[in-house]
């Protein structure tokens, strides 16, 4: 079946720009998480939602940062007025169950930004 | 705070031999660590998992070893081959909740041939 896609794979963007990044997480999944990998580094937690809530944000590492997931399927987090350090490859993930044993997350194949 | 970290940034390896990847946590209370595999230009990919409760868990090729009294998390994977070339990660997670997960900074496994 079908796994977590994202899109674009690939963003470019000036300085200054807004951007959008989507999340398209497995069907039926309840929970999907944001995820941003510096180069060389492990990637790290941004924000979470159950179904369309969001119920952690602590992550997002200014107000710039917004996610959304309206319809409790697909995602997008979108950066406002991009900032050079915001370059990174942006992971989505989701799990099928809202808690309970194990609770695998699925990642996507990330879009990777580069603010220029 | 919490932090999962590894030894070692790279590990060069001869095809066919085992490969052993560290990793040290700072958290005494975490009780799930999971290993992940990073090809390029792919996201993480599930290999092994362990509970605190336990201190080794088998799997196809790969063996996951537990020090609690140590902090350590240990990756072995037997008679190594080019597909495994990529980035490891080690990481913790709560387990019976739908909790973010914290990753170390990973080691990178490169395969002689």
């Known amino acids: 079946g079908a796994g977590v896609s994202q899109s674009p794979r690939y963003k470019v963007a000036k300085r200054g720009q807004d951007v959008a990044l989507r999340c398209d997480p497995i069907s039926g999944h309840v929970s999907l998480f944001w995820y941003q990998q510096a180069l060389g580094q492990g990637p790290e937690f941004l924000t979470y939602?159950?179904?369309?809530?969001?119920?952690?944000k602590s992550g997002l590492p200014s107000d710039r940062f917004f996610a959304e997931r309206p319809e409790g399927s697909v995602s997008t987090l979108k950066i406002q007025r991009t900032q050079q350090e915001d370059s990174a490859v942006y992971l989505c993930?989701?799990?099928?169950?809202?808690?309970?044993?194990?609770?695998?997350?699925?990642f996507g194949p990330g879009t990777r930004l580069t603010v220029l | 705070g919490e932090s999962v970290g590894l030894h070692l940034p790279t590990l060069s390896v001869q095809e066919g031999d085992n490969s052993i990847i560290n990793c040290a946590y700072s958290n005494s209370a975490s009780d799930y660590f999971i290993w992940y595999k990073q090809e390029s230009g792919k996201g993480p990919q599930f290999i092994i998992d362990?509970?605190?409760?336990?201190d080794k868990r088998q799997g196809q090729r790969v063996t996951v070893l537990l020090n609690k009294t140590v902090k350590h998390l240990s990756l072995q994977i037997a008679a190594t081959q080019p597909g495994d070339s990529a980035v490891y990660f080690c990481a913790e997670k709560g387990y019976s909740s739908a909790s973010k997960i914290i990753f170390g900074s990973g080691t990178r496994l490169s395969i002689r041939p």
């Open positions: 939602f159950q179904n369309e809530a969001q119920l952690d």
């Open positions: 362990i509970r605190s409760n336990m």
């Open positions: 993930a989701s799990s099928l169950a809202a808690g309970g044993p194990r609770n695998e997350q699925f």
